[in-house]
């Protein structure tokens, strides 16, 4: 298997951390996150990675030229000249099209079973699969429904939302790749959103496991202790 990991992005959400680091070398624990992921997708079967670098990706490429990961994968850096989004940086990504391959955001905490992923995906016989999870979401004011005329027909009292979200984690089938137009931007939304109107098969896979997106400082706080807490569920057999 081969793995594209989208690393360019600023991070501005996580600042002032990343004015002096790249977001996937923020710390977990003793690690960096973009560490903790490469050390899974080998131990999932990936054999190489083209790792998408933009912003501070020279210390990117530095600490991985230096760390233990390093040598278990075969790594290859693809840099982007200007940030062309979640689905965009993969235009121009070379030798990548013979097969099935994931693509993921470099700043997952997850225990996702990526070769189960990818086996459902084959499956599929999808085009395009989408690693998803169940998010809950408390909303602290009275929500009202009102019709086209102005009267208000329901109220309901801080409700709780329950719905399906992207996990940032996907498995790209070559035949979608004529969608991404090389150099022009492109988000994975408008990706999945123009296959599916095109007719393609968009299949989402929602697995049982534990997933945080470090966005912002609080989720970088909290993805720290899940990690410290449950390190064994993370990278198994690791010191």
């Given at each position: ?61 530095s ?8 040598k ?11 940030p ?55 909303v ?88 410290i807490?449950?390190r064994?569920?993370y990278l198994?057999?690791?010191?």
């Amino acid at each position: 298997m081969k793995a594209v990991i989208l690393a360019g992005g600023q991070g501005k959400r996580l600042r002032p951390f990343t004015s002096v680091l790249p977001k996937p070398l923020i710390p977990i624990d003793d690690r960096p996150i973009l560490d903790i992921l490469l050390n899974q997708l080998a131990n999932h079967g990936v054999t190489e990675v083209v790792i998408a670098l933009n912003y501070l990706g020279s210390l990117i490429q530095s600490y991985l030229e230096a760390s233990e990961v390093g040598k278990r994968l075969k790594i290859r850096y693809h840099w982007e000249s200007q940030p062309l989004g979640t689905a965009g940086a993969i235009g121009t990504v070379e030798d990548i099209a013979d097969a099935p391959f994931l693509v993921m955001n470099g700043d997952l905490l997850t225990t996702l079973n990526f070769a189960e992923m990818y086996a459902a995906h084959l499956a599929q016989g999808a085009d395009l699969t989408v690693g998803t999870t169940r998010l809950s979401v408390q909303v602290q004011l009275g929500v009202l429904d009102i019709s086209e005329a102005g009267l208000i027909t329901g109220y309901h009292e801080k409700p709780r939302l329950d719905y399906a979200a992207s996990m940032g984690v996907y498995v790209y089938s070559p035949g979608i790749l004529p969608f991404i137009r090389p150099n022009t931007y492109l988000d994975a939304p408008t990706l999945v959103v123009n296959l599916i109107e095109a007719g393609r098969k968009v299949y989402a896979h929602a697995p049982d496991c534990r997933w945080i997106d470090m966005g912002n400082p609080g989720e970088h706080e909290r993805a720290c202790e899940e990690f410290i807490t449950h390190r064994d569920l993370y990278l198994p057999g690791a010191a």
